[in-house]
């Protein structure tokens, strides 16, 4: 068991070592994983844009409404484009800030989020004809409405003759309304050819003509598109037209080297931290110290890659909540070792002793725990943009302290407890044992 206990101590003490080096080093050739982090928009730099609603004649719990399906659409729409992890929240109660990690462009961002992406199919009237590229005015086009985007079922990309096409699927409602559009269009044209307009907000961005009776809910918009205008025409359809109109008020790029300097300012000051928390804890507890020092090293590494996993995005904030949960980390610790000391110094065995400073610290640390959670919790709930990004890495930081703390360390000492050589009171900083109990 002694043997069994030793060799696990060491296979773990590897395990984390390895698990620290790929996430935060090179060394390995696998890391470092902690690149693979989504970084904020004050760290990784980009474009934030606030957009105003028009209220028109809404009610106000109508235009609350519109506000709240306006974010979603914009968000549908931002993730169709693929865009790097973007921050949407509301402002008051007409305002959308949307904030774009990693863009490079004002313009193509505004052009990409801020349009309206109402799409709409037109019967032209006989006897009038519409050019792609034409403004449209609903009021004196010259033709009635079909159908709009919201009965398309997707859109896509593909290739046509060489040039690059929008395909779109059409729901079957909208499928029975254009076939029976194209049969109305080649009875009444005696064999010429009648027009289908295809509208964006105010602009005909293809005038197909029809010559004969389309029965098929697969259609295409031919046009002279470029291969970035036919992505982000399709992205925009998907996405879904806004239910508002928005008006930019604010537009702001941000440079990414005020914020790459300040991580790796952070980065430097977290280092240079770590060690000075690891001597003290080595000096101050000894071999103790050490399995604090791993199971922090532990904490670390567990800390960027759950972020990863969960695709949540470091801010400058956030850098902020991983530093508080490292203190809470390390203070869970500190309450342990000194109730070990205290339990070794009155004559108790390592295992006695291990058993009674877990029970009795316990409280402290849950509480202290629970109650800066909570608070995160609340924070996360009611804060906005940085507020959320300090809560989110709290919450994360503050679980996975304990989790390294109260489990890991104490697998870790336990297995101590069983080896011969490493239950010698010295090892625990405890200088004078009076033997009143065993």
Same mark, same amino acid.
């Given at each position: 068991?002694?043997?069994?206990?030793?060799?696990?101590?060491?296979?773990?003490?590897l395990a984390?070592?390895v698990l620290?080096?790929?996430?935060?080093?090179?060394?390995?050739?696998v890391?470092?994983?902690v690149?693979?982090?989504?970084?904020?928009?004050?760290?990784?730099g980009?474009?934030?844009?606030?957009?105003e609603?028009e209220q028109?004649?809404?009610?106000d719990?109508?235009?609350?409404?519109?506000?709240?399906q306006?974010?979603?659409?914009?968000?549908?729409?931002?993730?169709?484009f693929?865009?790097?992890?973007?921050?949407?929240?509301?402002?008051?109660t007409?305002?959308?800030r949307?904030?774009?990690?990693?863009?490079?462009?004002?313009?193509?961002?505004?052009?990409q989020?801020?349009?309206?992406?109402?799409?709409?199919f037109?019967?032209?009237?006989n006897?009038?004809?519409v050019?792609?590229?034409?403004p449209?005015?609903?009021?004196?086009f010259?033709?009635?409405?079909?159908?709009?985007?919201?009965?398309l079922?997707?859109?896509?990309?593909?290739?046509d003759?060489?040039?690059?096409?929008?395909t779109?699927?059409?729901?079957?409602?909208a499928?029975?309304i254009?076939?029976?559009?194209?049969?109305?269009?080649v009875?009444?044209?005696?064999?010429?050819q009648?027009q289908?307009?295809?509208?964006?907000?105010?602009l005909?961005?293809?005038?197909?003509?029809v010559?004969?009776?389309?029965?098929?809910?697969?259609?295409?918009?031919?046009?002279?598109?470029?291969s970035?205008?036919?992505i982000?025409l399709?992205?925009l359809?998907?996405?879904?037209?806004?239910?508002?109109?928005?008006?930019?008020?604010q537009t *702001?790029?941000i440079? !990414?080297?005020l914020?790459r300097?300040?991580l +790796?300012?952070s #980065? /430097?000051?977290g280092?240079?931290g &770590?060690i000075?928390?690891?001597?003290?804890?080595?000096?101050?507890?000894?071999?103790?110290?050490?399995?604090?020092s791993?199971?922090?090293?532990?904490?670390g590494?567990?800390?960027?890659?759950?972020?990863?996993l969960f695709?949540a995005?470091?801010t400058?904030?956030?850098?902020?909540?991983?530093v508080?949960?490292?203190g809470?980390?390390?203070d869970?610790?500190?309450?342990?070792?000194?109730?070990?000391?205290?339990?070794?110094s009155?004559?108790?065995?390592?295992?006695?002793?291990?058993?009674?400073?877990?029970?009795?610290?316990?409280?402290?640390?849950?509480?202290?725990n629970?109650? *800066?959670?909570?608070a !995160?919790?609340?924070?996360?709930?009611?804060? +906005?943009?940085? #507020? /959320?990004?300090?809560?989110?890495? &709290?919450m994360?930081?503050i679980?996975?302290?304990?989790?390294?703390?109260v489990v890991?360390?104490?697998?870790?000492i336990?297995?101590?407890?069983?080896?011969?050589?490493?239950?010698?009171?010295?090892?625990?900083?405890?200088?004078?044992?009076?033997?009143?109990?065993?």
């Amino acid at each position: 068991m002694n043997k069994q206990s030793q060799w696990l101590l060491i296979f773990m003490g590897l395990a984390i070592i390895v698990l620290a080096l790929v996430t935060f080093t090179n060394l390995l050739g696998v890391g470092p994983l902690v690149n693979k982090l989504n970084l904020g928009l004050d760290i990784e730099g980009g474009v934030a844009i606030v957009f105003e609603g028009e209220q028109k004649n809404m009610s106000d719990e109508e235009f609350a409404v519109a506000i709240e399906q306006t974010k979603n659409v914009l968000g549908r729409r931002i993730d169709a484009f693929g865009l790097t992890e973007p921050n949407i929240t509301k402002q008051g109660t007409g305002r959308i800030r949307i904030e774009l990690p990693g863009a490079k462009d004002v313009d193509d961002a505004l052009a990409q989020v801020g349009k309206t992406a109402v799409l709409s199919f037109y019967q032209v009237d006989n006897g009038s004809f519409v050019t792609d590229g034409s403004p449209f005015d609903a009021l004196t086009f010259p033709g009635k409405l079909l159908f709009q985007g919201d009965k398309l079922e997707t859109a896509g990309v593909g290739v046509d003759q060489g040039s690059p096409v929008v395909t779109l699927k059409l729901s079957k409602d909208a499928s029975d309304i254009f076939s029976g559009a194209s049969q109305e269009i080649v009875s009444n044209y005696d064999g010429a050819q009648g027009q289908i307009a295809i509208i964006l907000d105010d602009l005909v961005i293809s005038s197909p003509l029809v010559s004969s009776y389309l029965d098929s809910k697969d259609l295409i918009i031919k046009g002279r598109f470029t291969s970035d205008e036919v992505i982000m025409l399709s992205s925009l359809i998907r996405g879904g037209a806004l239910p508002l109109d928005l008006e930019e008020v604010q537009t *702001t790029f941000i440079n !990414a080297t005020l914020g790459r300097t300040a991580l +790796e300012q952070s #980065i /430097k000051a977290g280092i240079f931290g &770590l060690i000075a928390v690891f001597l003290i804890m080595l000096v101050r507890y000894r071999y103790a110290g050490l399995l604090a020092s791993m199971a922090l090293l532990l904490y670390g590494a567990l800390l960027f890659i759950v972020m990863i996993l969960f695709n949540a995005t470091l801010t400058l904030p956030g850098i902020a909540g991983l530093v508080l949960s490292v203190g809470m980390a390390v203070d869970a610790n500190v309450i342990i070792f000194e109730r070990l000391r205290e339990e070794m110094s009155i004559g108790k065995s390592l295992g006695g002793a291990i058993k009674a400073s877990f029970s009795k610290a316990m409280t402290t640390i849950m509480d202290s725990n629970m109650t *800066t959670l909570l608070a !995160a919790v609340i924070l996360y709930n009611f804060g +906005e943009g940085p #507020i /959320k990004g300090f809560a989110v890495t &709290l919450m994360i930081g503050i679980t996975l302290s304990l989790f390294t703390a109260v489990v890991v360390t104490r697998i870790l000492i336990n297995l101590s407890s069983r080896v011969p050589m490493l239950q010698k009171p010295v090892l625990y900083a405890v200088k004078g044992v009076h033997n009143e109990h065993r």
